[in-house]
């Protein structure tokens, strides 16, 4: 009776719920682009025509700047007395990432591989960050 009186006080806490759609919905969305990410960037008639090795240094360097990333974003939204102006900037930025990706991504991986990676992997960290910042709003609650 106990742990049947918990699970409601649990599904009846909006934070809860709120949090727990941010999470389903997040990883749900990165597990279906991230997987045709590589599809993407490997196709040669209709995504970019890259090598495996190339492929390989892109997820590697996206995964390397993110985890560098979550503890400077994790700093700076501690600082903040408003947290919720630098979760609207990632979020924004979120928004911008399809145009990113066709008209600044595609040109700079073919153009200069290195800056692409760079450039790509500080935008692609965003969508992490907004995720995680939207979840710290409801860590108080």
Request: charged content about 10%; some cysteine; hydrophobic content about 50%.
């Amino acid at each position: 009776m106990k742990s049947k009186k918990i699970l409601n006080q649990t599904l009846n806490n909006e934070s809860y719920l709120q949090s727990a759609a941010t999470l389903m919905l997040f990883f749900a969305s990165m597990g279906v682009w991230w997987s045709f990410f590589q599809v993407w960037l490997t196709s040669t008639k209709n995504g970019l025509g890259l090598s495996g090795a190339e492929v390989g240094t892109i997820y590697g360097t996206n995964s390397m700047v993110t985890l560098i990333l979550m503890f400077i974003y994790g700093a700076i939204q501690d600082k903040l007395v408003t947290k919720r102006y630098l979760l609207i900037f990632c979020a924004v930025i979120d928004t911008l990432i399809g145009p990113f990706f066709v008209w600044i991504y595609s040109p700079l991986l073919h153009h200069n591989f290195i800056l692409g990676i760079i450039t790509g992997s500080f935008v692609l960290s965003a969508g992490f960050l907004s995720a995680s910042g939207f979840l710290r709003q409801f860590q108080k609650n």
